[in-house]
């Protein structure tokens, strides 16, 4: 050991060579994690791993001096950086609010706010629609079941919400008095993302019996296989789900959880992964700990070794 010190210090340069690529991958992995313990939703975590992906190439064509593609890569990289501090206005603020207050550390530490659970989720859906089905009010859900749905699959995107789900909240925007009820509401895990929501009609030659809503429900699974549509009909009640084009109906409210739980469910648990990342970087930390600490335990009890040895002998 002390050999290692005095070489450090005969050899600065080799020292500071060594030293500062460690230390830039370490600082660049932290605020990549913390990155990513801020935000918690699904689209924009794949956007911050394509800016990473960006990165990481832009970093590969600068060290094989490929010169053009660098410079290319560098510019998108600034660009994407650029769109992404408008597209995450209020992740950006959170973490410049708790830099200038000096919690660095709160950044790191797993935050108080509840995960929402698939069954919790999908029973606000299902109460409300039963009771949107026992009222006869008209609705239309669409439910991502993998990834997020292009918007340029709509006929108009509607109006943007991004809050959580709950019943009262579905309930209310079906109720004909609101101006977003004549449409459809998009629902991504445990969040609902807009309202009023226009979708294409289906081609097929559907029975006289469907409104504009089924036919809507049928065009837009025709289209997008990463979907589920759920929709009341406004003149019977009846409950219908439609999937690849193709209408399920009536349902009971029984029969649409099961349905739920099959095929929506794992939209919602994608979204525990924030909690994981935490969980892992508390696991990380813990190893880390471990090991800097274990030649320290192993010399203490060689140590008391000795002096019961001593002990013993005496």
């Known amino acids: 050991m002390g050999s290692l010190i005095k070489q450090w210090l005969i050899h600065p340069d080799w020292t500071q060579s060594l030293l500062l690529p460690v230390v830039d991958v370490l600082l660049v992995l932290a605020l990549t994690y913390m990155v990513l313990v801020i935000i918690g939703d699904r689209r924009t975590l794949w956007m911050v791993r394509g800016l990473i992906v960006l990165m990481l ?14 410079f290319v890569l560098e510019k998108l990289v600034i660009g994407s950086a650029v769109a992404m501090a408008f597209i995450l206005q209020a992740e950006f603020r959170r973490l410049l609010e708790q830099l200038g207050r000096g919690e660095i550390r709160q950044l790191f530490l797993p935050s108080d706010e509840a995960v929402p659970k698939p069954d919790n989720v999908i029973d606000e859906i299902v109460d409300a629609v039963k009771e949107l089905s026992q009222n006869r009010t008209g609705a239309l859900l669409i439910l991502e079941t993998s990834r997020p749905i292009d918007e340029r699959d709509f006929s108009v995107p509607g109006v ?4 959580e789900v709950s019943k009262e909240l579905l309930q209310t925007i079906f109720q004909t008095a609101t101006l977003l009820h004549d449409g459809a509401v998009l629902i991504r895990g445990s969040r609902i993302l807009a309202a009023g ?3 294409p009609l289906s081609e097929r030659n559907a029975s006289r019996q469907l409104g504009t809503r089924h036919r809507a429900a049928m065009g837009i699974t025709e289209r997008v296989e990463n979907c589920i ?3 009341v009909s406004e003149e019977t009640g009846s409950i219908s789900l439609a999937e690849r084009g193709t209408l399920n109906r009536p349902l009971t409210s029984s029969k649409l959880r099961e349905l739920l739980i099959a095929r929506f469910s794992q939209s ?5 992964v924030a909690p994981q990342l935490r969980s892992l970087g508390r696991q ?4 880390i700990k471990t090991l800097f600490l274990r030649p320290f335990r192993i010399s203490k009890s060689a ?12």
């Open 57 to 70: 190439a832009s970093a590969f064509s600068n060290a094989v001096q490929l010169k053009l593609l660098s």
């Open 160 to 163: 943007r919400l991004n809050a």
């Open 197 to 199: 929501v226009i979708l």
């Open 229 to 231: 549509c759920v929709v």
């Open 268 to 272: 919602v648990e994608r979204e525990t």
């Open 284 to 287: 990380l930390k813990d190893r």
């Open 303 to 314: 140590s008391r070794r000795k002096n019961d040895s001593k002990a013993n002998r005496s």
